[in-house]
């Protein structure tokens, strides 16, 4: 909707007056419709992860809320089809303001950094690629490096340029289809991904990741989910492993023929083609463009869910909206004082002696 937005402000507009037509007439507590910022969504997934962790706040033996320590808390890393976000805790004050969003939850300030990258999707990023390498081409063959040796399609001009994402100095000519080949280069993938990016940009400033945009070092754990998590699937890098692995792995991916994947992957054609693409992209924008490296690398998982909970904005921005997540620590106890929980413990200890020494008496009493 963000795209449509920035596409055809009118239409996205109607859209909305439909929607809230609709809800309005309806029996539920209908508030209103409207769109949801990149920023907020950043944030509001953060929230989601950290509530259903319990990392937010914890509950001691001795009767006492304990506040998390800021390096504890879990940054998002979320990738949808039209725009990625990161949202994490840095180590220090977040320089540039409008980066900024501050919750006040369980009675403590949380300031954390967020960004939204519009058009860095996945299905954006493979747009815009493609259109990238049919500009530099000159002629009806588009040598594609990032689709598999023994890959081909043909493809109209005219459907590259629908999204507002893809820019072009003129209207593509009504001419003929395109044929797409996979040449299976992933040095060559990554060079013409890179072109995605504008890291000149942050030629000489510190704190910065690309296109101009601040960023402080990252800090802490990660869950990547999303199409994060889905390509990184496939590709059977969900277990933590080393970046090297990581990288190998992609990089051996990338060079098998068209025929040797279709085999090994029978009923994935949809996106099949793309695998290889979506890993070297994800290299790319969290080594290159967020600045992760091989000793911050450990410390993402790539997930689907937190603390069995599908992770997203959607639950954070109903418990924010709700309140369901109070401001202030809780007045009331969710468990018994230290007292009451050690007399407890206490007296199971006990039955279980008295029960295992009846028990005992029995075996070993001489029957008559």
Same mark, same amino acid.
Request: charged share 15%; glycine share 10%; hydrophobic share 40%.
């Given at each position: 909707?963000?795209?449509?937005?920035?596409?055809?402000?009118?239409?996205?507009?109607?859209?909305?007056?439909?929607?809230?037509?609709?809800?309005?007439?309806?029996?539920?507590?209908?508030?209103?419709?409207?769109?949801?910022?990149?920023?907020?969504?950043?944030?509001?997934?953060?929230?989601?992860?950290?509530?259903?962790?319990?990392?937010?706040?914890?509950?001691?033996?001795?009767?006492?809320?304990?506040?998390?320590?800021?390096?504890?808390?879990?940054?998002?890393?979320?990738?949808?089809?039209?725009?990625?976000?990161?949202?994490?805790?840095?180590?220090?004050?977040?320089?540039?303001?409008?980066?900024?969003?501050?919750?006040?939850?369980?009675?403590?300030?949380?300031?954390?950094?967020?960004?939204?990258?519009?058009?860095?999707?996945?299905?954006?990023?493979?747009?815009?690629?493609?259109?990238?390498?049919?500009?530099?081409?000159?002629?009806?063959?588009?040598?594609?490096?990032?689709?598999?040796?023994?890959?081909?399609?043909?493809?109209?001009?005219?459907?590259?340029?629908?999204?507002?994402?893809?820019?072009?100095?003129?209207?593509?000519?009504? @001419?003929?289809?395109?044929?797409?080949?996979?040449?299976?280069?992933?040095?060559?993938?990554?060079?013409?991904?890179?072109?995605?990016?504008?890291?000149?940009?942050?030629?000489?400033?510190?704190?910065?990741?690309?296109?101009?945009?601040?960023?402080?070092?990252?800090?802490?754990?990660?869950?990547?989910?999303?199409?994060?998590?889905?390509?990184?699937?496939?590709?059977? *890098?969900?277990?933590?492993?080393?970046?090297?692995?990581?990288? @190998?792995?992609?990089?051996?991916?990338?060079?098998?023929?068209?025929?040797?994947?279709?085999?090994?992957?029978?009923?994935?054609?949809?996106?099949?083609?793309?695998?290889?693409?979506?890993?070297?992209?994800?290299?790319?924008?969290?080594?290159?463009?967020?600045?992760?490296?091989?000793?911050?690398?450990?410390?993402?998982?790539?997930?689907?869910?937190?603390?069995?909970?599908?992770?997203?904005?959607?639950?954070?921005?109903?418990?924010? *909206?709700?309140?369901?997540?109070?401001?202030?620590?809780? @007045?009331?106890?969710? @468990?018994?004082?230290?007292?009451?929980?050690?007399?407890?413990?206490?007296?199971?200890?006990?039955?279980?002696?008295?029960?295992?020494?009846?028990?005992?008496?029995?075996?070993?009493?001489?029957?008559?």
């Amino acid at each position: 909707m963000r795209l449509l937005s920035r596409k055809n402000s009118s239409q996205a507009r109607d859209i909305f007056e439909a929607v809230t037509q609709v809800l309005g007439k309806s029996p539920l507590d209908f508030w209103g419709a409207e769109l949801l910022a990149g920023q907020d969504e950043g944030a509001l997934g953060w929230i989601t992860i950290n509530y259903v962790l319990g990392m937010l706040v914890k509950y001691s033996f001795s009767g006492e809320w304990i506040q998390p320590l800021e390096g504890t808390l879990v940054g998002a890393l979320d990738m949808g089809g039209a725009s990625t976000q990161i949202t994490f805790v840095p180590g220090g004050p977040i320089l540039d303001k409008s980066t900024q969003t501050t919750f006040r939850l369980y009675g403590s300030e949380h300031s954390v950094y967020t960004h939204s990258y519009l058009c860095f999707g996945r299905d954006q990023m493979l747009s815009r690629l493609l259109a990238q390498l049919v500009q530099s081409s000159s002629g009806p063959l588009v040598r594609h490096p990032c689709y598999h040796s023994g890959y081909w399609a043909t493809l109209s001009p005219a459907a590259l340029y629908e999204s507002p994402c893809v820019h072009t100095a003129a209207p593509p000519e009504p @001419a003929g289809n395109l044929t797409v080949e996979g040449t299976g280069n992933p040095g060559a993938c990554i060079s013409a991904i890179r072109g995605l990016f504008n890291f000149s940009s942050c030629r000489g400033r510190g704190h910065c990741a690309f296109n101009g945009v601040y960023q402080p070092p990252v800090r802490g754990q990660f869950y990547a989910f999303s199409n994060f998590y889905y390509t990184f699937r496939f590709l059977n *890098l969900t277990s933590k492993q080393p970046l090297a692995t990581v990288n @190998a792995t992609i990089w051996e991916f990338c060079q098998r023929s068209w025929k040797q994947v279709e085999a090994s992957s029978p009923g994935q054609d949809r996106w099949l083609r793309d695998y290889c693409t979506s890993g070297l992209y994800i290299l790319t924008l969290l080594l290159e463009g967020y600045g992760f490296n091989e000793e911050t690398w450990p410390g993402i998982e790539f997930r689907k869910q937190a603390g069995g909970t599908e992770m997203g904005w959607t639950l954070g921005y109903m418990l924010n *909206l709700t309140s369901m997540i109070p401001a202030e620590v809780p @007045a009331q106890w969710r @468990a018994q004082s230290y007292g009451i929980w050690a007399a407890g413990v206490v007296f199971a200890v006990l039955t279980l002696a008295v029960t295992l020494g009846a028990v005992a008496g029995q075996l070993l009493w001489p029957q008559g």
